[in-house]
C-alpha cells in the first residue's frame, strides 16, 4: 500500500519559518523524483519544489527560490522542506508527491498538511 504522510505544517507570522516532512512508504523512494506541490482552496495545484533521487538536481518556483530548501533522506524514506521567510502568500495545504520534480507528478500524493501564514 502506497502512503506519503506530511507533517510539519502550522501557524507562522510573515518571515518565520516551518520544516515540513513526508516519510513514504510502497514506493521505490530512493529511485522515484519527488517534489513538494501545493493548493489554495479553489485553486489549481502548484509545483513548489522537486528533487532527484539523488539529491543531485534540485528545483523550485521562483516565488519560493532563496526561502525554500527541498531535501530527502533515502535511508529514513523521508522528503523535507524548509521553509524559511514565509509570506501570506505562501499559505495552502503542502503534499509531497512522487515524480513532481519541475511540475506536478503524475504520482501519488500524501493527504497534505497545512501552512498558514498570518499576522
Known amino acids: 500500500e502506497v502512503q506519503l504522510v506530511e507533517s510539519g505544517g502550522g501557524l507562522a507570522q510573515p518571515g518565520e519559518s516551518l520544516n515540513l516532512s513526508c516519510v513514504a512508504s510502497?514506493?521505490?523512494?530512493?529511485?522515484?523524483?519527488m517534489g513538494w506541490v501545493r493548493q489554495v482552496p479553489g485553486k489549481e495545484l502548484e509545483w513548489v519544489a522537486g528533487?532527484?533521487?539523488?539529491?543531485?538536481?534540485?528545483y523550485y518556483r521562483d516565488s519560493v527560490k532563496g526561502r525554500f530548501i527541498i531535501s530527502r533522506d533515502n535511508a529514513k524514506n523521508t522528503l523535507y522542506l524548509q521553509l524559511n521567510d514565509l509570506k501570506i502568500e505562501d499559505t495552502a495545504i503542502y503534499y509531497c508527491?512522487?515524480?513532481?520534480?519541475?511540475?506536478?507528478?503524475?504520482?501519488?500524493r500524501g493527504q497534505g498538511t497545512q501552512v498558514t501564514v498570518s499576522s
Open positions: 510502497g514506493i521505490n523512494f530512493d529511485a522515484s523524483a
Open positions: 508527491n512522487k515524480d513532481a520534480l519541475v511540475a506536478v507528478g503524475r504520482g501519488p
Open positions: 528533487i532527484r533521487y539523488d539529491s543531485t538536481k534540485k
